[in-house]
Nanobody
Framework: QVQLVEFGGGLVQAGGSLRLSCAAS????????MGWFRQAPGKEREFVAA????????YYTDSVKGRFTISRDNAKNTVYLQMNSLKPEDTAVYYC?????????????????WGQGTQVTDSS
């Protein structure tokens, strides 16, 4: 069983930055691919970014490329999402997710464990 807890959401003005963190329990964090998803009110959950087990490969949805950066620290069992140049359309609940088969994926159904989510809101 893996427990994921997200931190770092909040109110931010357009153009601002936030860093989300996701802390994972357990001793097998480095064997899991990790992803970030988001869900805005009235919309489906969408893929934001994913990172391979080693951290050497990263993937992003087009709308965040060049603005968001996913990274991980396997020694700290933590994955991060650095969000810069935030836009009003980035407002959503952000979830981190873990894939136990170690494969990165754009599809939320390929992830086995989820955090409770953290709210990011444009305060403009």
């Amino acid at each position: 069983q893996v427990q994921l807890v997200e931190f770092g959401g909040g109110l931010v003005q357009a153009g601002g930055s936030l860093r989300l963190s996701c802390a994972a329990s357990g001793r097998t964090f480095s064997s899991k691919a990790m992803g970030w998803f988001r869900q805005a009110p009235g919309k489906e959950r969408e893929f934001v970014a994913a990172i391979s087990r080693s951290g050497r490969s990263t993937y992003y949805t087009d709308s965040v490329k060049g603005r968001f950066t996913i990274s991980r620290d396997n020694a700290k069992n933590t994955v991060y999402l650095q969000m810069n140049s935030l836009k009003p359309e980035d407002t959503a609940v952000y979830y981190c997710a873990a894939s136990i088969d170690g494969s990165t994926s754009y599809y939320h159904t390929d992830y086995n464990y989820w955090g409770q989510g953290t709210q990011v809101t444009d305060s403009s």
